[in-house]
């Protein structure tokens, strides 16, 4: 055993692991929780890794799925597959959008013009999303 690893979460227990990839050259090991959190574990220098916020969390983790007349997967507001939308927005545990220098960190939003880095975000009358 090189290293024993509890996902304790400060207030709230143990944290489900959901996530887990191994970086290409084998050298580190990064994981993904249910509360937003990533840890990643390897040799070298955190330093690159500090920058990153504690939370994280796509826009579209919890948006609701339905089911079409083939029984395919849809995306209940855009009716696209999942795997055919476009890239997500980075966000917090409260649904609010990281600044653009952190949304390029998304595949397929790295070469993306400022604009497009920063959501538009709708309120309706009662000023909910």
Same mark, same amino acid.
């Given at each position: 055993?090189?290293?024993?690893? !509890?996902?304790s979460?400060?207030?709230?227990? %143990?944290?489900?692991l959901f996530?887990? !990839?191994?970086?290409?050259?084998g050298?580190?090991?990064?994981?993904t929780?249910?509360h937003?959190h990533?840890?990643i574990?390897?040799m070298g220098s955190?330093e690159k890794?500090? !920058?990153?916020?504690q939370?994280l969390?796509? %826009?579209?983790?919890?948006?609701p799925?339905?089911r079409d007349?083939?029984?395919?997967v849809?995306?209940?507001?855009?009716?696209?597959?999942?795997?055919?939308? =476009?890239p997500?927005?980075l966000?917090?545990?409260?649904?609010? =959008?990281y600044p =653009?220098?952190l949304q390029?960190?998304?595949?397929g939003?790295a070469?993306?013009? %400022?604009?497009?880095?920063?959501?538009n975000?709708?309120f309706?009358?009662?000023?909910?999303r």
């Amino acid at each position: 055993l090189v290293c024993s690893f !509890k996902n304790s979460i400060e207030g709230q227990g %143990h944290g489900a692991l959901f996530d887990a !990839k191994w970086s290409p050259d084998g050298r580190y090991i990064s994981a993904t929780d249910s509360h937003g959190h990533v840890s990643i574990f390897g040799m070298g220098s955190n330093e690159k890794y500090n !920058k990153v916020p504690q939370e994280l969390f796509f %826009h579209t983790d919890y948006r609701p799925l339905v089911r079409d007349s083939q029984q395919y997967v849809l995306d209940e507001q855009t009716q696209l597959a999942p795997h055919l939308m =476009p890239p997500p927005f980075l966000v917090n545990m409260d649904g609010n =959008p990281y600044p =653009p220098a952190l949304q390029r960190l998304v595949p397929g939003r790295a070469t993306c013009h %400022h604009n497009q880095l920063v959501p538009n975000v709708i309120f309706n009358a009662n000023g909910e999303r």
